[in-house]
């Protein structure tokens, strides 16, 4: 059975940095895109940031130059350096892995900005 575990989320102060991790567990045969998706309470869930498995990087505009995704191939990780944490970014931050035979969803983890 496959697991994607988020750490990394909680508190932080307006311009303030948080980096979350996503960890896959199970059997996943050929990973590829990894993501990190975002839902605030009454609003759809969006991209935040992408990358292929050749390493090619998307954004939303709303976080390009503030927020950085990499990913370890090698430990199944994915992660979102997230920098200048703005009052518009508190959300439920879910990562997602596609893969040749579909796509799997963390648990989501909580980023909250407030002074």
């Known amino acids: 059975q496959v697991q994607l575990v988020e750490s990394g989320g909680g508190l932080v102060q307006p311009g303030g940095s948080l980096r979350l991790s996503c960890a896959a567990s199970g059997t996943i045969f050929s990973i590829l895109d990894m993501g990190w998706y975002r839902q605030a309470p009454g609003k759809q869930r969006e991209l935040v940031a992408g990358?292929?498995?050749?390493?090619?990087?998307n954004y939303a505009d709303s976080v390009k130059g503030r927020f950085t995704i990499s990913r370890d191939n090698a430990k199944r990780t994915v992660y979102l350096q997230m920098n200048s944490l703005k009052p518009e970014d508190p959300a439920a931050y879910y990562c997602?892995?596609?893969?040749?035979?579909?796509?799997?969803w963390g648990q989501g983890t909580q980023v909250t900005v407030s002074s």
């Open positions: 997602h892995f596609g893969s040749l035979i579909g796509g799997y």
């Open positions: 990358i292929t498995s050749g390493g090619s990087t």
